[in-house]
């Protein structure tokens, strides 16, 4: 097969593959609030009918699973191909520069909410299949697809669902189109993500705000509780100070150090996609810290007056919000536990919450199936992909690594500004068309 003929097909119907995203574009499917979930999974089921998958919608305790398979029994190897169909709100709505749920293209970009995060990821991933069988025929591999409703939402059915479909779901290789390709332009094969841990600490003084002159010194200052335990929790140098908090942590292989002292990397751009003009790091301690370490957050701190000008009290209550990245082999319900001991010694009264977890993944790179998706990839874009041991962010990765125990890969198809959670979510055309290709790729590869 020649990615050639693929490309000009693409090319070629192009206005047919854009029109079929915009129609599911146009459909709002928003997890958080239940707005057009049922409508959204019951198009997309009949998407994937129309290109000769066997489909159905699998129920769970949230919205539900659209699961499609293209199987043939002289195959003998099977991709599983994961997405999401749900998006984020919205809001602020003010802020977008044409209508949210109405697809725009304005110099090569196509604006629409989820249009990058995951709709048009997915729908390169249908349109491949469709791609290839027009072109090629028959399929050298086997595919099954999932896609969920409640990504966004933190997929809290998913590990369940993997756990009870462990047999229809099994493959040798999860396959995930989603996120941003690397800053500097490279396609990405990203091998794992960073879990999470999301808490609140609650403190509490008296049972109303106080006169800081009449009651100073006088009434407590649950603030203050929550600024000294915070001060007990890492040192100086930015190492966190919890007891056992690094005690399951994988130490990098020799493999994983080498990737990333060549991943590309240029500070100053980093230091103008945060906003910090202070920022100084070198390579190695950049991508270390970003994907081999884990981190200790304060996401929020809230109490007492934050309006204009001044009003002298002693607040009542104060309240921290918390996200701790975690890396592999680390387990979030066992730093929790860490988490409260820690609270519990040094500020006891103060209530932690836990707002949701969600375990890291990580797959080797030196498994032969990963050196083959690499390829296929660099065949696509014409330069060497970024191998990456891990995303600095969170995905429900390892469902597949852990649960189905089967190594997985992560291919993101968008331009790196595509603006997901954002207003104004865009995505590349031409990044769109080339997801499509890039799929067939990987599925030639693989066959091969």
Known sequence: MSLDQIREFVEKNKEEYLETLFTLLRQKSISAQNIGMEETSAMLLEMLEDIGMDSRLIETDGHPVVYGEMMKEDNDFTLLIYGHYDVQPADPIEEWNSPPFEPT????????????????QLMAQILALKSYQEVIGNLPINIKFVFEGEEESGSPNLAKFVSEHRDLLKADLVYTSDGPMHESGAPFVLLGVRGMLYVELNAKGSDWDNH???????????????????????????????????????????????????????????ADQIGYKGFDMTREEYYRKLTLEPTLNIAGFHSGYGGEGAKTI??????????????????????????????????????????????????????????????????????????????????????????????????????????????????????????IVCTCSVIRSLGE
């Not at 293209?105 to 048009?120: L, S």
């Not at 104060?318 to 040094?346: C, G, S, T, Y």
């Not at 997985?408 to 769109?432: G, Q, R, T, W």
Request: proline residues 8%; charged residues 25%; aromatic residues 6%.
């Open 212 to 270: 800081s002159g009449n009651k100073g010194n006088i009434a407590p200052n649950p603030a203050w509780q929550l600024v000294e335990l915070l001060g007990t929790m890492k040192d100086d140098d930015g190492n966190i100070l919890i007891e056992g908090f690094y005690d399951d942590l994988q130490k990098p292989t020799a493999n994983e150090e080498e990737l990333i002292s060549t991943l590309p990397y240029n500070a100053e751009q980093v």
């Open 314 to 435: 002693i607040p009542s209550t104060a309240m921290v919000k918390m996200d701790m990245r975690l890396v592999i082999d680390q387990d979030p319900d066992d730093i929790l536990e860490k988490f409260i001991k820690h609270v519990n010694k040094h500020a006891p009264g103060v209530e932690v919450v836990s707002h949701g977890s969600m375990k890291p993944s990580r797959t080797s790179p030196d498994l032969e199936v990963v050196k083959v998706v690499k390829e296929a990839v660099k065949e696509v874009y014409y330069e060497e992909p970024v191998l990456q041991p891990s995303l600095g962010g969170s995905l429900p990765d390892y469902v597949w690594t852990q649960i189905l125990g089967v190594p997985s890969v992560i291919v993101p198809y968008a331009n790196s500004d595509e603006a997901n959670h954002s207003p104004n979510e865009n995505l590349d055309v031409d990044k769109f068309l080339k997801g």
């Open 105 to 120: 293209i304005r110099d090569g970009k196509i604006y629409c909410r989820g249009v990058g995060d995951n709709k048009g």
